[in-house]
């Protein structure tokens, strides 16, 4: 009787470790009647995903780029603007004296 409460107890560990494996997963498959997915299929679907991702952080960086430039754009107007009105500034003080 002690020799069949250690054998259930050792057969459940490693019924578990099969029936969570690859081969268990299989078995299950076959039973419920579905099959598994290809790799191949699988693999299409990760790289068609992984393009569209590639495409959209492109057109992402394209953007963020235009954004820079334009902002630098505005930052050099702005600089060379108030040089002008510093200088403009100086000279109406100039003549004012």
């Known amino acids: 009787m002690i ?6 107890v050792l057969l459940i560990p490693i019924l578990a470790i099969v029936l969570d494996s690859q081969l268990g997963r299989a078995l299950a498959a ?7 997915p290809a790799g191949d299929k ?10 569209g991702e590639v495409e959209r952080l492109g057109s992402e960086l394209t953007r963020l ?18 040089t002008v009105r510093g200088s403009l500034t100086e000279g109406e003080d100039h003549e004012q004296d």
Do not use: C, M, N, P
């Open 3 to 8: 020799q069949l409460i250690i054998l259930l």
């Open 30 to 36: 076959r039973l419920e009647g579905r099959s598994i």
């Open 42 to 51: 699988v693999t299409h679907e990760r790289i068609a995903y992984l393009e």
């Open 65 to 82: 780029e235009e954004e820079s430039e334009f902002l630098h754009k505005l930052l050099t107007e702005r600089s060379s603007g108030d």
